[in-house]
């Protein structure tokens, strides 16, 4: 940090401190050459968006990352490479357009597994079983019947007309 007094480089710290809400630093600092003090903050500043780990590390939001893990669920399945290109962008946007720079993992396996699960069921199953990271079977059949009873669900025919007919 240069001096604002003189501009020589050597300054050092003499006193740290966090704010309330721990968002930036303040550091009380004092040149080597000409004994000015004077206070600097510090705030996290991103150039990105960061997605924060389950594991709690932080790592920056990869396009391509995402691309890859969908590609691998929709392999071999009639799913567009456009509308894989589609649901990156749509993935992305929503991401980015929330008021925070960091999100979690879990938050956009969540986004891509509502989109997946919409677009091809084979492509949400394999996406959930890693992404949700199933230890037993058990799990994975829960997640699988829950598929088929929705589809069940969407295709069972509509109740008949209690109305009479007319004689």
């Given at each position: ?5 003189c501009g020589h480089?050597?300054t050092r710290v ?8 721990g968002?930036s630093v303040?550091?009380?600092r ?9 206070t600097?903050?510090?705030r ?8 924060k780990?389950r ?7 990869d396009?391509?990352?995402?691309r890859a893990g ?5 392999e071999?399945r009639?799913?567009s490479a ?12 929503t991401?980015q ?23 091809d ?16 079977p058990?799990e ?15 295709f069972?025919p509509?109740a008949?007309?209690?109305?009479p007919?007319?004689?």
């Open positions: 940090m240069n001096c604002p007094d480089e050597r003499i006193d740290t401190e966090s704010s309330g809400d968002s303040r550091r009380r004092e040149c080597q050459r000409c004994s000015f003090r004077f600097t903050y510090e996290p500043e991103w150039d990105s968006l960061q997605v780990k594991d709690g590390t932080i790592e920056p939001f396009r391509a990352k995402l969908i590609d691998r669920a929709v071999k009639d799913v456009t509308a894989v290109a589609e649901l990156v962008d749509e993935i992305e946007a991401v357009g929330r008021d925070t720079q960091i999100v979690s993992s879990t938050f956009v396996g969540e986004l891509v597994s509502e989109r997946l699960r919409e677009i069921k084979v492509a949400y199953i394999r996406f959930v079983s890693v992404y949700k990271a199933f230890s037993e058990e994975f059949l829960r997640e699988l019947d829950a598929v088929l009873d929705a589809e069940v669900d969407d069972e509509a008949p007309d209690d109305d007919p007319n004689s």
